[in-house]
């Protein structure tokens, strides 16, 4: 199995924090469900070109976080979330995404009120392109 994590080496995010919070969002979003087994470590270092040290790493986090169990022996799986874990991280997904639009706008000189009527302008856009 394949995730499907995109990894910006430009980003000032750490490596194994852009791969948590992407497995993480894939849990949240339902992409991967409860009980589905993730790719072994170095199975998952080889195809995003990190180390198993990055990836265990990323692992010990999200079971200490409590979103996947390790069965010894048998590999390493997720588990069920509840609604307000899911819907934290989704938001806190968004959220981060707007920030880095914000930052880019105000990167080219754009206020406040520059930024919310694009935003509106986006929103009815896609609105319109969604009908």
């Not at 199975?43 to 990190?50: I, M, Q, R, S, W």
């Not at 991280?89 to 694009?118: C, H, M, P, V, W």
Request: aromatic letters at 6%; charged letters at 30%.
């Amino acid at each position: 199995m394949r995730l499907p994590i995109q990894l910006s080496k430009q980003s000032r995010e750490p490596i194994y924090h852009q791969i948590e919070t992407q497995i993480k969002a894939l849990i949240a979003s339902g992409t991967l469900a409860a009980d589905t087994p993730l790719p072994s470590i170095r199975a998952l270092a080889k195809d995003l070109e990190v180390s198993a040290i990055t990836t265990r790493r990323v692992y010990q986090n999200l079971e200490q976080d409590g979103f996947t169990t390790t069965v010894q022996g048998k590999g390493t799986f997720v588990k069920a979330i509840n609604k307000d874990v899911k819907k934290e991280i989704e938001e806190k997904a968004i959220s981060e995404s707007f920030k880095r639009s914000i930052q880019i706008a105000r990167g080219y000189n754009y206020t406040d009120e520059d930024i919310k009527q694009l935003f509106k302008l986006t929103l009815q856009k896609e609105a319109n392109d969604n009908e």
